[in-house]
């Protein structure tokens, strides 16, 4: 099982980004993935996860500015993070269990600037 995301950078507070996991290893479209991010010196926490149907979840921090959506055709899940802030400064992780075991990708890096 591999997860690969991408799309981390330096944006200004405001702006926007767009993550990608694609994943590999397991029958994409039967789980659910999940979107995690850690800040230095901080947990890692919940950000955004989608089920199997497309029903999906988010952290209160970041409802109404990001959304989660799948693309079962290619095997990936995007974030689109709008209204950036400095506060969501970290290293963004998907996330998929599948086999009785948890998977992690090595995440991407956002940066907000104030």
């Known amino acids: 099982v591999q997860l690969q995301a991408c799309g981390g950078g330096l944006v200004q507070a405001g702006g926007s980004l767009r993550l990608s996991c694609t994943a590999s290893?397991?029958?994409?479209?039967?789980?659910?993935i999940g979107w995690f991010r850690q800040a230095p010196g901080k947990e890692r926490e919940l950000v955004a996860t989608?089920?199997?149907?497309?029903?999906?979840n988010y952290a209160d921090s970041v409802k109404g500015r990001f959304t989660i959506s799948r693309d079962n055709t290619k095997n990936t899940v995007h974030l689109q993070m709008n209204s950036l802030e400095p506060e969501d400064t970290a290293r963004y992780f998907c996330h998929a269990e599948a086999y009785g075991a948890h998977y992690w990708g090595k995440g991407t890096l956002v940066t907000v600037s104030s």
């Open positions: 290893g397991f029958t994409f479209d039967e789980r659910a």
């Open positions: 989608i089920t199997s149907t497309g029903s999906t």
